[in-house]
Nanobody, 119 residues
Framework: QVQLLESGGGLVQAGGSLRLSCAAS????????MGWFRQAPGKEREFVAN????????GYAESVKGRFTISRDTDKKTVSLQMNTLTPEDTAVYYC????????????WGQGTQVTVSS
C-alpha cells in the first residue's frame, strides 16, 4: 500500500517562504505524476501544482505561478514544493498526492500539513 508522508508546514509571516516535502513509500510501484493540493477553511480542496514523473514537466495554479516551485527526486520518490512570497491567502492544509499510471485520477493522498501565513 502506497503511503505519502508530508513535512515542512508551519507558521510564517507574509512575504516569507516555506518548503514542503512528501515522501512516497510502500514497496514497488510506478508513478505517473505527483501533485500538491490545498484546502483552506470553508473552501473546497484545490489544485496547487503537479509534476510529471517521467520528464519533470510541471503545472501550476494561476494563483501560485511565479511564487511556488515543485520538484521531484525520482530515486528517493519524493516531491517538494518551494513556496515563496507567501500571503495570508496561501493559508491552508496542503496535501501531497500521487497519480498512478493508467489511473483516472490521483489515487493516494497524504495526511496533510498545515501552512499558516500571518499578515
Amino acid at each position: 500500500q502506497v503511503q505519502l508522508l508530508e513535512s515542512g508546514g508551519g507558521l510564517v509571516q507574509a512575504g516569507g517562504s516555506l518548503r514542503l516535502s512528501c515522501a512516497a513509500s510502500g514497496g514497488t510501484f510506478s508513478i505517473a505524476r505527483m501533485g500538491w493540493f490545498r484546502q483552506a477553511p470553508g473552501k473546497e480542496r484545490e489544485f496547487v501544482a503537479n509534476i510529471n514523473w517521467s520528464d519533470g514537466s510541471t503545472g501550476y495554479a494561476e494563483s501560485v505561478k511565479g511564487r511556488f516551485t515543485i520538484s521531484r527526486d525520482t530515486d528517493k520518490k519524493t516531491v517538494s514544493l518551494q513556496m515563496n512570497t507567501l500571503t495570508p491567502e496561501d493559508t491552508a492544509v496542503y496535501y501531497c498526492s500521487l497519480h498512478r499510471p493508467f489511473a483516472v485520477t490521483y489515487t493516494y493522498w497524504g495526511q496533510g500539513t498545515q501552512v499558516t501565513v500571518s499578515s
